[in-house]
């Protein structure tokens, strides 16, 4: 289905019913690398999935792809669904968006759980990948790829490299240099007192150290540190990853 928000139609997907949970992933990536999550979270809820702008199966404009814009466009998909209150997962460039999100409107969300994700992505991130001005796109879309999973199969790094492909070149590095040099809400991160879950691969080589800051300023949160996981925890153990976020999501009073 599609949904048109902010001048751009974007696509999504529900399962089940009860209190609604929306997904929101990474760069490069589509709202299928939530499909181990369906089932098990569909049960007892209301599991919305959608593309970012520029991604998957939503509108691929030339334009602003800031970490805001993700955010007002999460926000227009709560409005139009007449969502009264929401949980929320975000991922990655996902959870960024969520975070900006809850910044801005705390009523609206009942629960929130960061994935991988950080209040300010380091520069260390734009400068590796450097080389995107002179390799083809189609090189860079699969370095990036193989960095995802920590131990990845064929299969994850052909599946990786086929959501990566479907990003134009233009929307996948206006997005990195938006969410590298001009997203940074490290100041405001302490005012978050919605009852938050941080979850981290081990080997998350980029995110684990922002992970632990974030649990830190974000009071009362709490944090879940997988092992033997790379970035993308959701594909790479599934079952844990959906019993925290379950159990977190369902628990009364957290």
């Known amino acids: 289905m599609k949904i048109k928000v902010n001048e751009v139609e974007l696509y999504y997907e ?4 009860g209190e609604p949970i929306i997904f929101s992933y990474g760069w490069l990536d589509d709202c299928s690398v939530w499909n181990s999550q369906i089932e098990t979270l569909a049960k007892n809820h209301r599991v919305i999935l959608y593309d970012h702008r520029g991604h998957g199966k939503s509108d691929k404009p030339k334009g602003d792809y800031s970490v805001q814009t993700l955010s007002n466009d999460l926000h227009s998909i709560i409005q139009t669904l007449n969502l009264e209150k929401v949980g929320l997962v ?3 460039l996902g959870g960024m968006a969520a975070l900006m999100f809850t910044l801005q409107h705390p009523a609206k969300v009942t629960k929130l759980v960061l994935v991988g994700t950080t209040a300010k992505m380091s520069m260390s991130f734009y400068t590796l990948y450097a080389p995107r001005y002179i390799l083809p ?3 860079f879309a699969r370095i990036v790829s193989r960095f995802k999973i920590y131990k990845p199969s064929q299969e994850n790094i052909k599946d990786n490299i086929s959501r990566a492909m479907a990003v134009p070149k233009h929307v996948a590095y206006k ?11 490290r100041n405001r991160v302490s005012e978050i007192t919605v009852p938050t879950l941080v979850i981290v691969g081990e080997k998350d080589r980029t995110n684990l150290k922002a992970s632990e800051r974030l649990s830190r300023e974000i009071g009362g949160s709490r944090l879940r540190v997988i092992s033997s996981c790379g970035h993308s925890v959701m594909i790479e153990k599934p ?3 959906n019993q925290l976020v379950r159990q977190f999501i369902d628990e009364e009073g957290s």
């Open 239 to 241: 079952e844990e990853f």
């Open 175 to 185: 997005c990195m240099e938006e969410f590298t040099r001009n997203y940074d809400i």
């Open 14 to 17: 529900e399962y089940g019913e």
């Open 137 to 139: 796109y189609g090189t």
């Open 90 to 92: 975000g991922f990655s």
